[in-house]
C-alpha cells in the first residue's frame, strides 16, 4: 500500500509518479509543485521515470499562501 | 551593501518621500530590492485581495508556504505572484526540527526554482518562537547546500551573529510573536543586533501597524516584514499602503539621524532680542 499526501491510497505498486500526479490533477509541467518520497526529494526530470515500491510515502507539496 | 557602511541614504532634499526608496536600494545576496517591505501572503481572504495588497505596498519580494496539493483549491498563486512580478521567498512555516526544515526547503527550491528561503524552525506551539538550536543547525546545513538562507530568529544579538558567521544572507529577528500585533517588544534589543551584524537585519513578526513597522526602521533595520497587520487589517489595501509609507519615513528618519531624548525642555527659539513688557 502506498501513503499519497499522508492517506492510504490505492495508487499500484510500480505506477509512476507522473501517474500520481495525474490521479491529483496535475500534468508533468504543473508549476509550483514539488515531490518527496520517503522523505527525499525526486527532482521534476525523473517524475516520469520514478516508478513506486511498495509501502512508499508520497508527499506531492505546492505553494500556498503563507509567512 | 554593508549597512554600517551606508548609515545614511542618499536622498535629495527635494525627492518627495514616496520616491526616495529608488535612491536607496537593499541588496540581500546580490539582489536589489527597491522595497524595503517584505509581504507575507498569510491570511489574505482572496487572492484578489493579496493582489491588491501587493500592488499597494511596492513590494518586491512575497513569502509562500508548502503544503500538500489539494485537489479542490481555487485560483492559482502562482499565476498571482507572477503577474505581479514579485519574487518568491518561499518559508518552512510548521517545520519543528531542522530535518523537517531542510527537507521543506529543499522541496520549495524544486518547485519554485528558487535558492532564497526564509528559514523558520517552531519551538513551541503557543508563542512560535525560534528553536534556536535547530535553527542553527538547519541553517548551517542548507548555507552548504547553497542556499540563501533568511533565519526567522530572536531578537537576541549574539544568535544573530552565530547565524551570520555560518553564512546566512541576512536575519530576521521578531518584534513580538508571529501574528500577535504587538510591535517591537524589545527595541534596545533590535539596536544592539543590529550593531552586531553587517548582514541585512529584516524585523519579522509582532507589527500591528503602520507605527511599528516605522520604529523598526529608526532602530536600523534594513527591512521590515509583514504578513497578518496587512493580510487581518478592516482594509489590507489601506494598510499595504500606509506600511509602505511607514517603512519609507522610517527609513528616511534613521538616515536623518533623530535628536538625543531629553529629560526637560530645549526651547528651539533664541531668548536673545525678547521684548521687555512692563
Known sequence: MILLNGR????PPGE?????????GLSLDARGVAIAVDDEVVPRSRWETHTLADGARVEVLTAIQGG | MDPSDAPAPNVPAETPPSEAPSNDPLLIAGRTL???????????PSLELLA??????????????????DPDARGSLIDVLADARVELLP????????????????????????????????GDEDTLLPDAVELLRAAEELVDAGFVVLPYTTEDPVLARRLQD????????????????????????????REAVTVPVVLDAGVGTAS??????????????????ISRAQDPVLMARAMRAAVQAGRLAYGAGRIPR???????TPDEGLAEFR
Request: hydrophobic share 50%.
Open chain 2, 166 to 193: 555560518i553564512g546566512c544572507a541576512a536575519v530576521m529577528p521578531l518584534g513580538a510573536p508571529i501574528g500577535s500585533g504587538m510591535g517591537v517588544r524589545n527595541p534596545y534589543s533590535i539596536s544592539l543586533l
Open chain 2, 34 to 44: 527597491h522595497s524595503r517591505l517584505i509581504l507575507g501572503s498569510g491570511g489574505f
Open chain 1, 16 to 24: 509512476t509518479l507522473a501517474a500520481v500526479l495525474a490521479r491529483l
Open chain 1, 8 to 11: 492510504p491510497s490505492d495508487v
Open chain 2, 91 to 122: 518559508n518552512t512555516a510548521g517545520c519543528h526540527t531542522a530535518r523537517d526544515a531542510v527537507l521543506t526547503a529543499k522541496l520549495a527550491r524544486e518547485a519554485l526554482e528558487t535558492d532564497w528561503i526564509k528559514l523558520e524552525v517552531i
Open chain 2, 52 to 69: 491588491a495588497s501587493i500592488r499597494a505596498s511596492g513590494t518586491e519580494l512575497v513569502t509562500v508556504a508548502l503544503r500538500r496539493v
Open chain 2, 212 to 229: 511599528d513597522a516605522a520604529l523598526a526602521m529608526e532602530l536600523g533595520c534594513d527591512a521590515v516584514m509583514v504578513a497578518s497587520a
Open chain 2, 262 to 268: 531629553r529629560r526637560y525642555a530645549s526651547a528651539s
